[in-house]
């Protein structure tokens, strides 16, 4: 062995020493990490070595490498062995500060949100009606003037339209033929955003023979005014039952059996005159107070200011389908031999009613101060 193969071994044995008492003295990940790259990375003494054995003699490079590469598998061993033992370390020390004391409640599961109020509003007047063997069907919000006005007894320049007749959609993109004078689009093939639900009465209709028995919620849009009672975009909805023998008393205990389930079974209800084009005889339906009981007084004798001392509130607006509705779709309808009702109320309306919210402007605020009380 020449005097240069034996320096060579001997600076393998002294880096294999110093390493290994460095991977002893290692505390923790840390300094283990740090004792590898010093000793066996890649700028490391001993990596360099393995490298230049190609440089040397022939005689030399089999015993200098072999002496090298030992020293290296030696050294790996070590660390790993080394490394074993502080993770336990360390994972003990974590166990000890991270205990979980079992004894203390739990938290409780962070809540992944709730229904928006209408949304449950709706869902429960829908359930309610699917209770009484109704479908429930969903309609366009862009409907032709035909379906929303014409064909339920609206027809142009009928004086029902005036405050309705608003939201036209451009006809060049939706609609055949050209604007009036007015801006305004001529026929019944125009297309308006719905100003109620109603129109699916008509296709309904159209496509079902009676007895047919549905209810349409969805939004519609009315030119109006922007206060605590009204906006240009509300929730409706619109019921219709058409059947052999279907009379005004079969829309009473309809809506009597509504009001109970929807207000409580203490609510009675009534039935006054109105008009709506649609129906006839028209009505409209009242629950009685849940403030005051139907007295129209308060406990202290004052006027209940909900129902305005009458002790009914307004709820919903009916009336047995005018024939004329029945003329418009033709085929099983005869409109001498049909039969039905309809009835149409506002979803935020029931709400506002049923949970004393006095602003209908707070169902869309998005104010979570006031969504929270109806998780």
């Known amino acids: 062995m020449s005097e240069h193969d034996g320096t060579a071994q001997e600076r393998i044995d002294a880096i294999a020493a110093e390493a290994s008492a460095a991977i002893d003295a ?46 290296r598998a030696d050294l790996e061993a070590a660390l790993e ?23 203390l409640p739990g938290l409780p599961p962070v809540s992944s949100g709730h229904l928006h109020l209408l949304n449950r509003t709706r869902r ?18 862009v409907e032709h003037d035909y379906y929303n006005f014409t064909a339920l007894n609206h027809p142009p320049g009928h004086p029902a339209r005036l405050v309705q007749d608003s939201f036209y959609v451009d006809p060049s993109t939706l609609a055949r033929g050209v604007v009036n004078e007015r801006g305004l689009p001529p026929g019944p093939q125009d297309v308006v955003w ?13 496509g079902s023979d009676p007895p ?28 219709l039952a058409v059947g052999e023998g ?36 028209s009505v409209q339906a009242d629950v009685s107070c849940f403030r ?17 001392g009458t002790g009914w509130i307004e709820v919903l607006g009916a009336g047995m389908v005018d024939p004329n509705v029945y003329g418009f779709v033709g085929g099983a ?29 707070l169902f869309f605020e998005n104010d979570v101060r006031f969504l929270e009380q109806f998780s």
């Open 292 to 308: 005051c009981g139907g007295t129209g007084q308060l406990d202290d004798g004052r006027r209940d200011p909900l129902c305005k």
């Open 81 to 103: 062995a080394r490394r074993e033992e502080i993770e336990a370390t360390e994972l003990e020390r974590r166990l000890e500060a991270d205990a979980i004391d079992v004894t």
């Open 124 to 141: 429960d007047i829908a359930d309610i009606f699917v209770g009484l063997v109704y479908r429930v069907l969903e309609g366009p919000e």
């Open 26 to 71: 290692a505390v923790d990940s840390a300094a283990l990490e740090e004792a590898r790259v010093r000793y066996l990375g890649r700028k490391s003494e001993l990596t360099a070595i393995l490298r230049g054995v190609g440089d040397l003699p022939a005689r030399e490079r089999g015993a200098v490498g072999a002496a090298a590469n030992r020293a």
């Open 333 to 361: 309808y005869d409109p001498v031999e049909t039969q039905g009702f309809a009835f149409g109320m506002g979803i935020e309306r029931i709400a506002m009613l049923k949970h004393g919210i006095p602003d209908l402007r």
């Open 212 to 239: 047919l028995f549905i209810i349409v919620p969805g939004t519609v849009y009315r030119r109006d005014t922007i206060d605590a009672t009204h906006l240009p975009m509300f929730n409706q909805v619109e019921g």
């Open 246 to 281: 279907v009379s005004l008393a079969d829309l009473a205990g309809t809506l009597d059996a509504f009001a109970h389930a929807m207000f409580g079974p203490d609510r009675r209800t009534r039935l006054k005159p109105d008009f709506f084009p649609f129906t006839e005889p």
């Open 194 to 206: 719905r100003t109620h639900t109603s129109p699916m009465q008509v296709r309904a209709m159209e």
